[in-house]
C-alpha cells in the first residue's frame, strides 16, 4: 500500500454501478485501479478520484482477452500496489430468445461474467492483505430460472454461488460480498438490447448511486449479501414462495416484450 493509504480495485468503473462505487471509496480515502475498456471514461472519472485527494491507475483492458489478467498483475507489480479491496463488477447482459442470440456475443458474455471474474479472483487473492474484502457482482435473477435473459441470469447464478463458496473458505482473513442488484439505472440495458416495460421501469427501477452506496456500506460492515432495495430483497426471495414453473413463466412474463 502506497503510504499506508489502502487501495481498490474496481472493474467495470467507467460507468454505471461500477463507477459509483469507486467514487465512495475515493471518498472514503482509498487509492482506485479503475478497469474497463472506455478510456476517456475512465480518464474522466480519474480526475474526479483524484479530486478526492486520492491516488488513482487507469487500466484500460478488455476482461474477455486472455491477456487481461496478466496485463493487469503486471501493472499492480510495476506500481507496486497490494490492493485491500477487488471489486467484480465488470459484466454484461444479453436479452432475447437464446436460440436466436449471437454465439460470440453469448461467448463473450459469459467470458466476461464467469471466466474473467473468476481468473481474476484468483490472482488477486495471495495479494490481498488479511482484514481485506472481495465484492462480486451478481443478480437478483440470479435465483431463478429467467427466460429471454437465459445464459445471462445463469452466469450470475454461476456468481452467486462462486462467491458464496469463496466466503467460507476465506473468512474471517478476507471478507467476500455477493452484490446482488435488481433493475438499476445503467448502460446496461442499451448493451443487453433489453426495452423495459414502463410499469416495470417505474416499479423496479433503482439509480447507481442507491445500488452503489448500499453495495459499499454492506461490503465494509463485512456483510455476506447485499440486496439494495425492499422490493428487490422481496422479488429475490419468490423461489421460497413459489415453485419453479411458476416463478419460470413469472419471469418470462416480466421480460417478455409483447
Ligand atoms: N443495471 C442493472 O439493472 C443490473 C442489475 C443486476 C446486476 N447488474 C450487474 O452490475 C454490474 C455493473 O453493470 P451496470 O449496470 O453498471 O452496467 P454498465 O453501466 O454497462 O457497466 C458495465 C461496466 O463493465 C465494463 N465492461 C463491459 N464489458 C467489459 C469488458 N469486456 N472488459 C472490461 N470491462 C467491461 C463497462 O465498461 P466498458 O464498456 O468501458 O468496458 C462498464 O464499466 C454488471 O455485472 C451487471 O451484470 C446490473
Ligand atoms: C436483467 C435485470 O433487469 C437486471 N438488469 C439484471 O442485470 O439482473
Redesign the pocket.
Known amino acids: 500500500m502506497t503510504n499506508n493509504i489502502p487501495w481498490a480495485i474496481v ?9 459509483e462505487m469507486a467514487k465512495i471509496l475515493a471518498q472514503k480515502g482509498m487509492n482506485l485501479v479503475i ?4 478510456s476517456e ?1 475512465l480518464v474522466t472519472l480519474k480526475t474526479d478520484l483524484e479530486s478526492f485527494g486520492v491516488q488513482s491507475c487507469v487500466i484500460c ?4 482477452k486472455v491477456s487481461a489478467i496478466n496485463d493487469i498483475l503486471q501493472v499492480l507489480e510495476e506500481k507496486d500496489i497490494n490492493p485491500y479491496v477487488l471489486i467484480n ?5 444479453l436479452f432475447g430468445t437464446f436460440a436466436q442470440q449471437n454465439s460470440q456475443e453469448i461467448s ?1 458474455m459469459l467470458t ?2 464467469i471466466q474473467a471474474l473468476t481468473l481474476l479472483t484468483h490472482a488477486i487473492i495471495p495479494k490481498i492483505p488479511p482484514g481485506g474484502y472481495i465484492m462480486n ?1 451478481s ?2 435473477i440470479c435465483f431463478q430460472a429467467t427466460p429471454y435473459y437465459a445464459a445471462y441470469a445463469a452466469s ?1 447464478s454461476y456468481v452467486d454461488a462462486f462467491s458464496q463458496a469463496l466466503q467460507y473458505e476465506l473468512s474471517p482473513n478476507i471478507h467476500v460480498s455477493t452484490l446482488y ?4 439505472d ?3 440495458f442499451e ?1 443487453s438490447h433489453q426495452v423495459i416495460k414502463p410499469w416495470l421501469k417505474s416499479l423496479m427501477m433503482k439509480s ?1 448511486p442507491f445500488v452503489a452506496k448500499k453495495a459499499i456500506t454492506g461490503m465494509l460492515n463485512n456483510k455476506k449479501t447485499m440486496t439494495p432495495g425492499m422490493i428487490n430483497k422481496i422479488s429475490s426471495n419468490l423461489g421460497y414462495y413459489m415453485p419453479n414453473w411458476i416463478t419460470t413463466k413469472l419471469m418470462a412474463f416480466l421480460f417478455k416484450n409483447r
Do not use: H, Q
Not at 463488477?89 to 447482459?93: D, K, L, S, W, Y
Not at 442488484?181 to 438499476?184: A, I, V
Open positions: 472493474t467495470g468503473a467507467s460507468s454505471g454501478i461500477g463507477r478497469i474497463a475498456r472506455t471514461l483492458s478488455d476482461l474477455t463488477n465488470a459484466g454484461c447482459g463473450n466476461l461474467n457482482v443478480s437478483i450470475k442488484p435488481g433493475m438499476t445503467t448502460r446496461f448493451t447507481a
